[in-house]
């Protein structure tokens, strides 16, 4: 065979972050069942990537996964790889007829948006494979319908996100944080823990969510010891309560040097933030030799929301 008849295959990658909550403050349950928040987001370096070929007709979207943790994803179309591509080919009335690979090297069920992390990339991914072009805002009300983490996956960088947090206004950011991330031997159900906060907070008064001020001005300045002050998460009890032991991991990276820690979003991810990249390194040689965790990983936000890496298309 001649290399000119070699047809070669069409092919988009996208590379998307996961998500560390800098602060999220959670309001009472709506009606909905889902819970108003002031949720700032911040992407941080560590990332799945999702590839884009073209399937057979009439498959639908067929979903495989590789990494550490990929037993734990699901296969078929409850993936939010495969619902954004479903989602976004009725949109357009077109086929969704694509073969999704994910390359995950985010937690699975660690509070650090994997999925979300996943639909956002198989929706850019697809968009592009298609030729599509679909507006931004419109790829941002797809993925809101995903799911409430789902529009910060696409958009990156750092994000306030009200409703139940799909409503985005980007923050800025001044400078590079160094973080570790202790994983946990294994995952809590999102809406587990959601429900956890409700029985904690049950006859109290649940004040209306708001960002910080201290908190939003810490990473328009790039300070780290200011940020470390200033991050809060209001589903951290819920998540300490379904699991106390995440309390030594806490503590065990506090006596390492780490300026602050805290449970990623609904966790079980403890997430510590180091003053430099040598402190996060000892921080996270700490935290492995203390037996709390499952593994550790050193890493920086910000990072860029879900970009195409790689673009093959005859
Ligand atoms: C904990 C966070 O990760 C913080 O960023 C998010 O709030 C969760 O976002 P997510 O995983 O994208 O959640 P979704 O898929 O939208 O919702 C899953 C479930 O979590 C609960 N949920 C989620 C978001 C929200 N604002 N209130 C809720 O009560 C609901 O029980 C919902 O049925
Ligand atoms: N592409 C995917 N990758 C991982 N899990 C997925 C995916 N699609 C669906 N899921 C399901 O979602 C559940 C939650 O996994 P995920 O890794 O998104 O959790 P999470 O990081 O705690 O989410 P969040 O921080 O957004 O609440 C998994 O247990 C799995 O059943």
Known sequence: MRTEDVQVQAQVRVRVPAKVNAGLAVGGARPDGFHDLANVFLAVGLYDEVTATAGAAGEGPVITCEGPDAAQVPLDASNLAARAALALAERHGVP???????????PVAGGMAGGSADGAAALLACDTLWGLQTPRDELLAICAD?????????????????????????????????????VAHEGLSTPRVFQEFDRLTAGTAVPEPAAAPALLSALRDGDAALLAAALANDLQPAALSLRPSLAETLAAGMEAGALASLVSGSGPTTAFLAKDAQTAHQVAQALQDSGTCRTTRVTTSPARGAVVVEDIRA
């Open 96 to 106: 969704a007829d694509v073969r999704l690979h994910i390359a995950k090297d985010i």
């Open 146 to 182: 995903l799911g409430s983490d789902v529009p910060f996956s696409l958009l990156g960088g750092a994000a306030l996100g009200t409703g139940r947090g799909e409503r985005l206004t980007a923050l800025p950011v001044g400078g590079a944080f160094h973080w570790v991330f202790a």
